[in-house]
T-cell receptor
């Protein structure tokens, strides 16, 4: 099991550019989420999905789009990058067994927007 | 929606002492409360969690307590060691809803 994988690890964008952060999991989890992490702000939920074909907004969805065409993949699209989107982005998938709802995080993507 | 507050933002302790981190939540429907540890440059990892039908849970040197009436929960680390130094996040959610995180506590354990 690779767990949760994210690409790229690092990315630099110019203001106004668009790009897609990739996320994939091989654990057959239904729930997947995207977070951004900024110093002193903790992990803030951008978008989440409870299964293929279903997505919903989190705390800070503006400027981001998601889709979930398969159980495995949950890409995050930045439509027109802004310096305020400079952050570390974590994708997570959630195990929903009887023991709880553990979130498994990917290694993160460090994005800089200039 | 749910709002989670976490205190303190930084905590320094001597090796061997105890550390306590506290969180409050706003949504009385929340029933799942995990704690994550994030080492520098790494991804967050679950260290312990508690559900609302339990008041306390312990795993070796770490324990979590939950007070549903007051809507707060705490992480307790006993006999701290330098490798406990990290950022700790609390979070809250309902069974089928999104996980909302606190802002984190940077714990430093000095030898």
């Amino acid at each position: 099991n690779a767990g949760v994988t994210q690409t790229p690890k690092f990315q630099v964008l110019k203001t106004g550019q668009s790009m897609t952060l990739q996320c994939a999991q091989d654990m057959n989890h239904e729930y997947m989420s995207w977070y951004r992490q900024d110093p002193g702000m903790g992990l803030r939920l951008i978008h989440y999905s409870v299964g293929a074909g279903i997505t919903d907004q989190g705390e800070v969805p503006n400027g981001y789009n998601v889709s979930r065409s398969t159980t495995e993949d949950f890409p995050l699209r930045l439509l027109s990058a802004a310096p305020s989107q400079t952050s570390v982005y974590f994708c997570a998938s959630t195990s929903t067994g009887s023991g709880g709802y553990e979130q498994y995080f990917g290694p993160g993507t460090r994005l800089t927007v200039t | 929606g749910e709002n989670v507050e976490q205190h303190p933002s930084t905590l320094s302790v001597q090796e061997g002492d105890s550390a306590v981190i506290k969180c409050t939540y706003s949504d009385s429907a929340s029933n799942y409360f995990p704690w994550y540890k994030q080492e520098l440059g790494k991804r967050p990892q679950l260290i312990i969690d508690i559900r609302s039908n339990v008041g306390e849970k312990k795993d070796q040197r770490i324990a979590v307590t939950l007070n549903k009436t007051a809507k707060h929960f705490s992480l307790h680390i006993t006999e701290t060691q330098p490798e406990d130094s990290a950022v700790y996040f609390c979070a809250a959610s309902t069974d089928t809803d999104k996980l909302i995180f606190g802002t984190g506590t940077r714990l430093q354990v000095f030898p």
